[in-house]
């Protein structure tokens, strides 16, 4: 595709609920990331996928968070049992990063997460 | 620790001006990258300009500029000739060379006055 997408662009949930968020790389990019972006904050680091090497998963606050990234294309980012501090905006980026390297991201639009 | 600072969360330009955002940042690397974002309210975060440690020469990108000093890990973005477009919150990053992390800096909510 032309650029990166997310869905959905909006997400409102019930605290305790499960909520899965999904992110379209650039055809083509090896390298896909996962950020949470907080009110007022910059973005916090949460997962990071270089091809099909074990996932990158150092910035992931809580074992309530996972992701998968399925055929080396799309991901998906899964909240489990949600809290209201997990309220926060969710950006995806990928690049075409070669071993050692360290390539532009591009970023999607992001998943503005709600939790009541 | 790599941490990225950008020390004013808030800065304003008139329209045609110029105006420079700082970003510092902290590493023990030799070789790494920088980058300024741009995220309008539409939340899209764009590259505006991107910097190789290893280049001394300060990346230039049309009106958007940098003053790369490494000695002093500071990487600060003039902004000439301002539009309004680009009133959007600018993010600062590092990346190492050997890592595969990024590192933000909390940002800075540029205002352009017309």
């Known amino acids: 595709g032309a650029g990166v997408s997310q869905s959905p662009s909006n997400k409102v949930t019930e605290k305790g609920k499960d909520v899965e968020l999904r992110c379209d790389p650039i055809s083509g990019h090896t390298a896909l990331y996962w950020y949470r972006q907080s009110l007022g904050q910059g973005l916090e680091f949460l997962i990071y996928?270089?091809?099909?090497?074990?996932?990158?998963k150092s910035g992931l606050p809580s074992d309530r968070f996972s992701a998968e990234r399925t055929g080396g294309s799309v991901s998906t980012l899964t909240i489990q049992r949600t809290q209201q501090e997990d309220s926060a905006v969710y950006l995806c980026?990928?690049?075409?990063?070669?071993?050692?390297?360290?390539?532009?991201?591009?970023f999607g639009p992001g998943t503005r997460l709600l939790v009541l | 620790a790599q941490t990225v600072t950008q020390s004013q969360p808030e800065m304003s330009v008139q329209e045609a001006e110029t105006v420079t955002l700082s970003c510092t940042y902290d590493?023990?690397?030799?070789?790494?990258?920088l980058f300024w974002y741009k995220q309008p309210p539409s939340r899209q975060m764009i590259l505006v300009i991107r910097q190789e440690a290893y280049k001394q020469q300060n990346a230039t990108e049309n009106r958007f500029s940098v003053n790369f000093q490494k000695a002093a890990k500071s990487f600060s973005l003039k902004i000439s000739d301002s539009q309004l477009g680009d009133a959007a919150m600018y993010f600062c990053a590092y990346s190492p060379n050997t890592g595969n992390q990024f590192y933000f800096g909390t940002g800075t909510s540029l205002t352009v006055i017309p």
């Open positions: 590493t023990s690397e030799s070789d790494y990258y």
């Open positions: 980026a990928s690049s075409s990063q070669g071993q050692g390297l360290s390539e532009t991201q591009y």
């Open positions: 996928f270089q091809g099909n090497s074990a996932p990158d």
